[in-house]
């Protein structure tokens, strides 16, 4: 599951959490699919929509920033509220990483005379003490202003362990396994965070599938590659000319000489 599948399932799922933390109060939030959006499609990849009877929440989480964010912003706002005439449109960008870039601080789309504002938060500089007053927020902590990540997860680990709601424990075991891979080595990650608590989560088996079938690439790509060398080997041992072996395997002369070696 990749970290933008993942913050949408935890939008999703602790949309009152998400509310508390960015409305300011625990609303019930329903998800709006962005297919109910006209116009061109929509970037589904970290876009989520979320509404009540008055209000919609249009967040997006981002690894990097994007040129085009201030932009997109006010092409997603116009979209809603042309379909949504009477809803307070609430946009916020979420960066989960830390970088200088200016483009992190960007809050309004600015042209001739249109200025659109928006939200941006950076993690990073977020207090820790928000994060873990919600369960739907605590795989964020890790990334907060905490000067020792580590430690934040062990704290993370025993809060997790305490939920006595397996489904919830076991997706926010998961949830907080993959987002805290963006700070910490995964062998830390592995030794704070119960697998066994996981293993009954469908985020953590989409963890499982991901890696196997990623394996199971890399085990062909492997495959592949030494049946290509030692066809080259027995070329070579044959006294084919190696120009001929470049254009028969698609190896370099560089990768033939390492061979012949």
């Not at 935890?10 to 959006?37: H, Y």
């Not at 993370?156 to 998961?174: H, P, Y």
């Not at 830390?188 to 066994?196: E, G, K, N, P, Q």
């Amino acid at each position: 599951m990749t970290y933008d599948n993942t913050c949408k399932f935890l939008a999703e799922t602790f949309s009152q959490d998400f509310a508390s933390w960015l409305l300011g109060q625990p609303i019930l939030l329903t998800n709006l699919e962005p297919t109910e959006l006209s116009a061109e499609p929509v970037r589904a990849d970290s876009l989520i929509f979320l509404e009540s009877a008055e209000i919609i929440l249009h967040l997006e989480f981002q690894t990097k920033t994007d040129e085009a964010m201030a932009l997109r912003m006010l092409d997603y706002w116009v979209r809603l509220h042309r379909k949504f005439p009477t809803k307070e449109i609430h946009q916020t960008v979420i960066y989960l990483t830390p970088t200088n870039s200016p483009l992190a601080y960007q809050t309004s789309f600015t042209s001739h005379k249109t200025n659109h504002q928006f939200n941006a938060i950076r993690l990073w500089e977020q207090p820790t003490k928000i994060f873990q007053q919600y369960l739907g927020l605590l795989p964020f902590v890790t990334l907060s202003q905490t000067p020792n990540p580590e430690e934040t997860l062990r704290q993370v680990a025993r809060q997790i362990e305490s939920i006595t709601d397996k489904r919830i424990q076991g997706n926010l075991a998961a949830a907080t396994y993959i987002i805290s891979g963006l700070v910490l080595n995964k062998e830390i990650i592995h030794r704070l965070l119960r697998t066994d608590i996981m293993r009954e989560s469908v985020t953590y088996q989409e963890i499982l599938q991901t890696g196997e079938a990623k394996g199971k690439a890399e085990g062909k790509a492997e495959g592949k590659a030494e049946a290509v060398n030692q066809i080259a080997l027995n070329m070579l041992h044959s006294g084919i000319a190696i120009d001929l072996i470049i254009q028969f395997t698609g190896l370099s002369l560089e990768q033939i000489q390492q061979l012949q070696s």
